[in-house]
């Protein structure tokens, strides 16, 4: 299942992105304004007038009610799909979980896809668009399986009764619902929050950050309650209503979300697609490879090198291969009469070589989420136990099964708004650091803290398991436990305290080590960072599932909990995490002191003018 609270921090991310890649002045409209330095010309004055004419707060209703529907349709699908895999086309608890892991890295992954066609090709309205649609297609797919029987097997008529399994064709649809609302989602996720600040931005005004802080802290508090509102009432509505009211709903919403997006298209600003980092970054790969039988020169040498622009005359010696990608093998046939490179694909700028070493250098730090990533977002086996304890709240309401996530996006949200004006302060007495902890530091303990939600599982779990042996439900599956289901509460509150400890540690230590024209890079890592740790997670159960079920076993990840040993699961979850921990140590010690590194990326934040020379830069 898709990782609901982390979403919540993604869009913090992106507004502080958005901040940090602001103040180094690099924003579509002032790059536009002045290419390469020179003066505006009269085609692009009339384009800004004209863009003057639009956007503004007249926007954001619709763009507002965009992002508000699409979010409350859309997340109540993931929390409780679980029960409608295992219910409806009676696949085991361990396959619909593989199967939700592997739609959560799909949706995770394809953000970085929209992402690189918004900025180098279509253009943010367009990419949002697009995906929008697919989006509402997906639902209606999704919405036709629950109202057609032909589209799932019969129903069992009894818990014991042997099930007709699904067949390929009822899969395949389903999976195409879901193959869907990932390339939507792919869309409006990277694009939807910086097409909001363009309509609000405007350079000039002296009010202008303000405004745009304005607009941030409400977009990020509307998103929020509308998430929390989705895995409340949704998945309420899904349980007490069946699944074709509960997935006719959402499909209602996301037409309306679909409408009012459209309605004001005429009123957006609308800017022009721009050069992808991303792009510049793989030029760097590439040209690196066709360059491989070059020998390098003398490091003390700097003719030899492309550095357009950049006060680097010589690339660094770490990662000295990469340093092949800018060297001038012909000047008359490598660069033309501008001083620019004729073949990016064949030269590029040590400015964009020296970026690259700079990923590199942070990816074995960046490895380490992708554990956490897999160890944490175990929503589905908690809905499954959930299902099997006393949820009863008031005589004539239980609390959903699947909505006990909601605790993990309380904790999150409260922690990301309390840990700058409380946390910090607290903390800075103590470390006399003026940020309380390092950045290590935080992502450290977030992994600590990671290790403790999942032995809170287990033990919560083996409690668990012992009553319902205890009241003779060993073999009734759909038996209930006499234990409160708000014991799974704290794992839950851990989880995002975990989350947000180790998600913002990584994002700023990726902000404070990486020069700010990659602000957009931090994003990527953190999107490809959740969608690897949903692989891992589905390769973990696959495993799991496959030696625990031979010689006719029941298997650690039953059916029926009663029967399985999920508790020995979340063991192996925490023995992973504490290995993992270990590994970041390690990992950490190696990088050596993130303040020097720090000092020196912010060397190439003064290079603005090979940032706009060069193109490439991605706001």
């Given at each position: 299942?898709?990782?609901?609270?982390?979403?919540?921090?993604?869009?913090?991310?992106?507004?502080?992105?958005?901040?940090?890649?602001?103040?180094?002045?690099?924003?579509?409209?002032?790059?536009?304004?002045?290419?390469?330095?020179?003066?505006?010309?009269?085609?692009?004055?009339?384009?800004?007038?004209?863009?003057?004419?639009?956007?503004?707060?007249?926007?954001?209703?619709?763009?507002?009610?965009?992002?508000?529907?699409?979010?409350?349709?859309?997340?109540?699908?993931?929390?409780?799909?679980?029960?409608?895999?295992?219910?409806?086309?009676?696949?085991?608890?361990?396959?619909?979980?593989?199967?939700?892991?592997?739609?959560?890295?799909?949706?995770?992954?394809?953000?970085?896809?929209?992402?690189?066609?918004?900025?180098?090709?279509?253009?943010?309205?367009?990419?949002?668009?697009?995906?929008?649609?697919?989006?509402?297609?997906?639902?209606?797919?999704?919405?036709?399986?629950?109202?057609?029987?032909?589209?799932?097997?019969?129903?069992?008529?009894?818990?014991?009764?042997?099930?007709?399994?699904?067949?390929?064709?009822?899969?395949?649809?389903?999976?195409?619902?879901?193959?869907?609302?990932?390339?939507?989602?792919?869309?409006?996720?990277?694009?939807?929050?910086?097409?909001?600040?363009?309509?609000?931005?405007?350079?000039?005004?002296?009010?202008?950050?303000?405004?745009?802080?304005?607009?941030?802290?409400?977009?990020?508090?509307?998103?929020?309650?509308?998430?929390?509102?989705?895995?409340?009432?949704?998945?309420?509505?899904?349980?007490?209503?069946?699944?074709?009211?509960?997935?006719?709903?959402?499909?209602?919403?996301?037409?309306?979300?679909?409408?009012?997006?459209?309605?004001?298209?005429?009123?957006?600003?609308?800017?022009?697609?721009?050069?992808?980092?991303?792009?510049?970054?793989?030029?760097?790969?590439?040209?690196?490879?066709?360059?491989?039988?070059?020998?390098?020169?003398?490091?003390?040498?700097?003719?030899?090198?492309?550095?357009?622009?950049?006060?680097?005359?010589?690339?660094?010696?770490?990662?000295?291969?990469?340093?092949?990608?800018?060297?001038?093998?012909?000047?008359?046939?490598?660069?033309?009469?501008?001083?620019?490179?004729?073949?990016?694909?064949?030269?590029?700028?040590?400015?964009?070589?020296?970026?690259?070493?700079?990923?590199?250098?942070?990816?074995?730090?960046?490895?380490?989420?992708?554990?956490?990533?897999?160890?944490?977002?175990?929503?589905?086996?908690?809905?499954?136990?959930?299902?099997?304890?006393?949820?009863?709240?008031?005589?004539?309401?239980?609390?959903?099964?699947?909505?006990?996530?909601?605790?993990?996006i309380l904790t999150l949200t409260f922690w990301v708004a309390i840990y700058d004006q409380i946390i910090v302060r607290l903390l800075a007495k103590f470390t006399k650091r003026s940020n309380g902890l390092t950045f290590k530091q935080r992502m450290g303990i977030g992994l600590a803290i990671s290790?403790?939600?999942?032995?809170?599982?287990?033990?919560?779990?083996?409690?668990?398991?012992?009553?319902?042996?205890?009241?003779?439900?060993?073999?009734?599956?759909?038996?209930?436990?006499?234990?409160?289901?708000?014991?799974?509460?704290?794992?839950?509150?851990?989880?995002?305290?975990?989350?947000?400890?180790?998600?913002?540690?990584?994002?700023?230590?990726?902000?404070?080590?990486?020069?700010?024209?990659?602000?957009?890079?931090?994003?990527?890592?953190?999107?490809?960072?959740?969608?690897?740790?949903?692989?891992?997670?589905?390769?973990?159960?696959?495993?799991?599932?496959?030696?625990?079920?031979?010689?006719?076993?029941?298997?650690?990840?039953?059916?029926?909990?009663?029967?399985?040993?999920?508790?020995?699961?979340?063991?192996?979850?925490?023995?992973?995490?504490?290995?993992?921990?270990?590994?970041?140590?390690?990992?950490?010690?190696?990088?050596?002191?993130?303040?020097?590194?720090?000092?020196?990326?912010?060397?190439?934040?003064?290079?603005?003018?090979?940032?706009?020379?060069?193109?490439?830069?991605?706001?």
């Open positions: 299942m898709e990782k609901i609270g982390l979403f919540l921090f993604y869009l913090r991310i992106q507004q502080s992105l958005h901040d940090y890649s602001c103040g180094f002045s690099c924003n579509d409209h002032e790059i536009r304004a002045k290419p390469m330095g020179k003066e505006p010309s009269e085609k692009m004055e009339t384009t800004q007038k004209e863009a003057g004419k639009k956007g503004g707060l007249r926007t954001m209703p619709f763009i507002m009610a965009n992002e508000i529907f699409e979010k409350i349709s859309s997340f109540g699908l993931h929390t409780n799909m679980i029960f409608y895999l295992t219910n409806e086309y009676h696949l085991d608890s361990a396959k619909g979980a593989i199967v939700l892991f592997l739609w959560s890295a799909l949706t995770n992954f394809l953000p970085i896809v929209g992402a690189f066609l918004s900025d180098s090709y279509l253009g943010r309205f367009k990419v949002i668009a697009m995906g929008t649609l697919v989006t509402l297609l997906g639902m209606v797919v999704l919405w036709l399986t629950a109202i057609f029987p032909k589209a799932r097997p019969p129903h069992c008529k009894s818990p014991g009764e042997f099930c007709v399994s699904a067949n390929f064709a009822q899969l395949m649809l389903l999976y195409f619902a879901f193959l869907l609302m990932s390339i939507g989602a792919g869309g409006i996720r990277p694009c939807s929050l910086a097409f909001g600040a363009d309509q609000l931005e405007k350079p000039g005004n002296p009010k202008n950050q303000r405004t745009m802080q304005s607009f941030f802290n409400w977009y990020y508090a509307t998103v929020g309650v509308s998430v929390t509102i989705s895995v409340l009432f949704m998945v309420y509505l899904q349980n007490a209503a069946g699944w074709v009211v509960g997935y006719g709903v959402p499909v209602g919403l996301m037409m309306f979300s679909t409408v009012m997006f459209f309605l004001g298209s005429s009123l957006y600003v609308k800017l022009m697609a721009n050069k992808s980092l991303l792009r510049s970054l793989a030029q760097v790969i590439v040209a690196a490879w066709k360059n491989r039988h070059l020998e390098l020169p003398p490091q003390t040498s700097d003719k030899w090198f492309y550095h357009k622009g950049s006060k680097l005359v010589n690339p660094t010696p770490k990662l000295r291969f990469l340093n092949k990608a800018c060297m001038i093998r012909n000047k008359e046939t490598d660069v033309d009469s501008n001083g620019m490179a004729k073949f990016p694909w064949r030269l590029t700028t040590i400015q964009r070589v020296e970026e690259l070493k700079a990923v590199i250098r942070v990816l074995p730090i960046w490895s380490t989420g992708i554990v956490i990533s897999a160890t944490i977002s175990q929503y589905t086996f908690s809905a499954l136990q959930a299902i099997t304890m006393d949820r009863q709240i008031t005589p004539h309401f239980q609390f959903p099964a699947a909505s006990f996530a909601v605790f993990t290790c403790l939600a999942s032995a809170v599982s287990a033990e919560i779990e083996r409690k668990r398991r012992n009553r319902a042996f205890h009241e003779g439900l060993a073999n009734v599956p759909g038996g209930i436990v006499k234990m409160s289901a708000m014991w799974l509460v704290p794992q839950h509150c851990l989880a995002g305290l975990a989350e947000a400890f180790h998600a913002i540690g990584q994002i700023q230590f990726f902000y404070s080590q990486l020069p700010r024209s990659m602000a957009s890079i931090a994003v990527a890592l953190f999107s490809l960072g959740m969608g690897g740790g949903s692989l891992l997670a589905a390769l973990i159960v696959s495993v799991v599932k496959k030696k625990t079920t031979k010689n006719g076993n029941a298997g650690w990840l039953s059916n029926n909990p009663n029967q399985g040993h999920y508790d020995y699961y979340y063991w192996v979850l925490a023995l992973m995490g504490v290995a993992n921990l270990f590994y970041y140590l390690i990992c950490s010690w190696l990088y050596g002191d993130e303040k020097e590194i720090m000092e020196e990326s912010r060397i190439w934040d003064d290079d603005k003018e090979a940032i706009e020379e060069d193109g490439t830069y991605n706001a």
